[in-house]
């Protein structure tokens, strides 16, 4: 579909060339200085989901910290919830640092965007949510990704413990690490709905407030007269668009679907959200702020193809959450090799320490793991690792499956719609048909000696009924008709 160039970038191209479609001259700007500038702004975004992992990094410092400064107060009670603190208290410091990060990169993004030069309105707006989206996609799911699939990962074993500058790996606690990313996904997500909520409530009408403390003056100086709809209309802020309510329901399927199989509440949480964001939206749009300009979109644009994305990679993260973060796998390899009722599963799920670490602490130690008594890893190990890879293979392949069905079952385009189309489509081309018809006729007459003059229209005209007289008649001439005689 063929679109005019973006007002923005009339303005700014430095040069005019022939469009090929139109055969019109267009503002120009080379692709090879947009693809240089493309690939600068690419950069950009890399340092900038660099930074996030230096705040992921932060907050994983900050967790340890706070849990060794619990487990030194000397309080039982601290002691015992040293993780749970430093859990909870993590998942709000990473949340303010992602509604930070995220406000920064949206006005980083949208520069980025603009000086890309994109012609066209569809490839501005394709280009500024791709940008936003993938950073906000590792702001908003790093740590929860860090939590499931890496963390308790290189934690090591009993004298030989991995580290991060200079501090032991962070370790799951006794209920694994699924406990803690459901917390730290409900902290996330609630967090984010909440604040949104009550951003959409506030902001609005803090910017109606300022709008008519602007506009104060003038009402002043026509006190007399009573304000048109139109006035009052104007009154009200401007519409700044969808791509924010885009941005979050598309961020919110992401919290639904990647990590269902950790969290799953987090449906039913955004379907409360959802009823009260609905309500939200219409007072927002209806009383707040002006009508929208309507403009004409074949489709939601690049949003589509991010949320076929998060589709196919939350059917990838649910079987490896299911695979290597839960108990699922482990638990049905014991009962099938050694005990159907799970009858000493914690003792088959701990290894023994090296005999030089007993020795030195002297005391026996015991760790979750699969490995030796010298730190390697056992047949169990190996033959759990073949199960998992099995499992996720099996899985994905059963869900992408049934996702094609479905597909196949439920098409895009009801039949009783896409008859109707394609009867429009037929009326269109037999109007268009019709049309060239009525044109040729006429272009014939224009050629033919009746139409030279007035003067020689009586020897060119014929009879009634002759040929001449009916071509005349199928081009609604009647009056044009002759009669027996020749006589107009």
């Known amino acids: 579909m063929w679109e005019p160039p973006r007002p923005e970038f009339a303005a700014m191209a430095p040069a005019m060339e022939e469009n090929p479609v139109t055969g019109v001259k267009e503002p120009y700007f080379p692709e090879k200085a947009r693809i240089s500038r493309m690939l600068t702004g690419s950069m950009v975004i890399v340092i900038m989901l660099c930074v996030v992992m230096i705040f992921l990094v932060t907050v994983i410092i900050y967790r340890s910290i706070v849990s060794v400064m619990m487990y030194e107060t000397g309080s039982s009670v601290l002691r015992t919830q040293a993780g749970n603190i430093a859990n909870i208290s993590s998942s ?38 791709f940008k936003v989206f993938i950073f906000q996609f590792v702001n908003f799911y790093s740590s929860p990704f860090y939590v499931a699939f890496f963390k308790g990962r290189f934690v090591g074993y009993p004298g030989h413990y991995g580290t991060l500058f200079g501090m032991r790996n962070e370790d799951c606690g006794p209920g694994g690490c699924l406990i803690e990313l459901a917390e730290q996904l409900f902290i996330i997500m609630m967090g984010k709905q909440l604040i949104n909520n009550v951003q959409e409530f506030v902001i609005p009408k803090v910017k109606a407030w300022r709008q008519k403390k602007a506009l104060s003056s003038v009402k002043k100086a026509q006190s007399g007269l009573e304000p048109q709809r ?8 401007e519409c700044e668009g969808l791509f924010d309510e885009y941005l979050e329901i598309v961020l919110q399927f992401g919290f639904i679907t990647i990590f269902v199989a950790a969290f799953p509440l987090a449906p039913l949480f955004a379907l409360l959200n959802n009823w ?19 403009e004409r979109a074949q489709n939601i644009g690049v949003w589509f193809i991010i949320l076929e994305a998060l589709s ?35 003792n088959f799920t701990l290894a023994y320490a090296p005999p030089s670490y007993n ?14 008594d010298n ?14 890879l099995g499992f996720i293979i099996a899985f994905e392949h059963v869900v992408f499956f049934v996702l094609r069905v479905i597909d196949w079952m439920v098409p895009d385009v009801p039949e009783s719609l896409e008859l109707k189309i394609k009867r429009e489509r037929y ?13 040729l006729v006429s272009g014939r007459m224009a050629h033919s000696p009746a139409s030279d003059t ?9 009879a009634r009924g002759s040929p001449g007289g009916g071509i005349f008649r199928k081009a609604g001439l009647d009056t044009l008709s002759t009669d027996s005689e020749g006589t107009p």
């Open 312 to 346: 196919h990679v939350s059917v990838l993260v649910n079987a490896f959450l299911i695979a290597f973060t839960s108990d699922f796998l482990p638990r049905l390899l014991y009962q099938y090799k050694f005990d159907n009722d799970l009858h000493g599963y914690v």
């Open 359 to 372: 020795y030195s602490s002297h005391g026996m130690c015991r760790y979750k793991a699969f490995r030796d």
């Open 454 to 462: 007035f003067g020689n229209l009586k020897p060119a005209c014929r």
């Open 92 to 129: 709000m410091v990473n949340l303010a640092l992602i509604l930070l990060m995220g406000q920064v990169y949206t006005a980083l993004a949208e520069q980025l965007t603009k000086w890309e030069m994109h012609r066209t309105q569809t490839q501005y707006e394709d280009a500024f949510t």
């Open 375 to 388: 730190g390697n890893y056992t047949l169990v190990y190996w033959e759990l690792l073949a199960v998992r």
């Open 230 to 237: 139109w006035e009052q209309d104007y009154e009200l802020i």
């Open 427 to 439: 009326l269109a081309k037999q109007a268009l048909a019709d049309n060239q018809e009525a044109l």
């Open 276 to 294: 009260a964001e609905v309500r939200l939206d219409a007072h927002k749009f209806v009383c707040e702020y002006r009508r929208p300009v309507a």
